[in-house]
């Protein structure tokens, strides 16, 4: 079955200790991306992979980084996580121009 | 910069009502248009898509039309289930390389019994 698949589902952690969620894709699509799900805000995007070892800054990358060593991952570092990074995350990768996502992290910071 | 606007939530109908959930959008060029169905606990899924002017979108009776004239791309159902009960995210790429979706706020759906 074609899919995106991100671990944890959820994640509670307190300031400063540094996490990993990691995204696979199945689907051999070139491109991945992250985005971040807040009330009445929508998703916003905060990085993006064209290809492996090409990654770029999307709408709100403060405080995140990411790494495309292989296609099928897009793991997203958070190396000193705060309160003000609690969300729901979704990776999301893309062929032909639309964009399929994984069931999403939630992250609690305390 | 691009945008997208959508109708605030929650909308509550009764099942076998019609459905429209307003979507217009600010963009350069000619954007792809997108609605996302997130049902409650589950990430996003593509409900349907259209690609230039004048396409219709549609997928398990849902439609839409992509308006350049008015920027809109009105989501339709003509007779809703309790089963639609989720939220409806209207989207829009613009082609550029960084390929990121522009995303409306997203509006609630909940269909009563």
């Known amino acids: 079955e074609a899919q995106v698949t991100q671990n944890p589902r959820y994640l509670i952690t307190v300031t400063g200790k540094k996490l990993t969620v990691t995204c696979s894709q199945n689907?051999?699509?070139?491109?991945m991306s992250w985005y971040r799900q807040d009330p009445g805000l929508g998703l916003r995007q905060i990085y993006y992979s064209m290809n492996v070892e090409v990654t770029d800054k999307g709408d709100v990358p403060e405080g995140y980084k990411v790494s495309r060593k292989e296609k099928r991952n897009f793991p997203l570092i958070l190396e000193s996580p705060s309160p003000n990074q609690t969300s729901l995350y979704f990776c999301?990768?893309?062929?032909?121009?639309?964009?399929?996502f994984g069931p999403g992290t939630r992250l609690l910071v305390l | 910069g691009n945008s997208v606007t959508q109708m605030e939530g929650p909308v509550t109908l009764s099942e076998e009502a019609f459905l429209t959930i307003n979507c217009t959008y600010t963009a350069t060029g000619y954007p792809s248009l997108f609605w996302y169905v997130q049902y409650p606990g589950e990430g996003l899924q593509l409900l349907l898509k259209?690609?230039?002017?004048?396409d219709k979108g549609s997928n398990k009776g849902f439609e839409a039309t992509y308006r350049k004239e008015t920027t809109s791309f009105h989501l339709e159902k003509g007779s809703v289930q309790v089963s639609d009960s989720a939220v409806y995210f209207c989207?829009?790429?613009?082609?550029?390389?960084?390929?990121?979706?522009?995303f409306g706020s997203g509006t609630r759906l909940q269909v009563q019994p």
């Open positions: 999301a990768s893309s062929s032909a121009g639309t964009q399929y």
């Open positions: 259209a690609t230039k002017a004048d």
């Open positions: 989207a829009l790429s613009d082609h550029t390389g960084r390929r990121a979706l522009t």
């Open positions: 689907m051999n699509h070139e491109y």
